[in-house]
């Protein structure tokens, strides 16, 4: 198992930068692909980014492209989520998640239901 905890969330007005950070703890980091999720008030969790194994190969929600940037640093074991040019519509509880891809290296996953472990989620509020 992995154990994912989230850290840099918090409240920015619109157009600011926020950094999210998901630190993995168990086993080896670089044998998980992971993803950002998030969750606003009253709406379904929603796919944001997702990285493979080596950070060579990343995929974005179209809300997202060309302002949110997914990385991986697997010497610290921690993903990161960059957040630029912050919407209010990006006010959500954001979540990474974690799947280990075996032998399929750069498979990336784009549904929650592909994920088998969730860290406790960050808020980020976006006020106008």
């Known amino acids: 198992q992995v154990q994912l905890v989230e850290s840099g969330g918090g409240l920015m007005q619109a157009g600011g930068s926020l950094r999210l950070s998901c630190a993995a703890f168990?086993?080896?980091?670089?044998?998980?692909?992971m993803g950002w999720f998030r969750q606003a008030p009253g709406k379904e969790r929603a796919f944001v980014a997702a990285i493979n194994w080596n950070g060579e190969s990343t995929f974005y929600a179209d809300s997202v492209k060309g302002r949110f940037t997914i990385s991986r640093d697997n010497a610290k074991n921690t993903a990161y989520l960059q957040m630029n040019r912050l919407r209010p519509e990006d006010t959500a509880v954001y979540y990474c998640?974690?799947?280990?891809?075996?032998?399929?290296?750069?498979?990336?996953?784009?549904?929650?239901?592909?994920?088998?472990?969730w860290g406790q989620g960050t808020q980020v509020t976006v006020s106008s």
């Open positions: 998640a974690a799947f280990a891809v075996g032998t399929d290296w750069y498979r990336l996953g784009y549904s929650a239901d592909e994920y088998d472990y």
């Open positions: 168990g086993r080896t980091f670089s044998n998980y692909a």
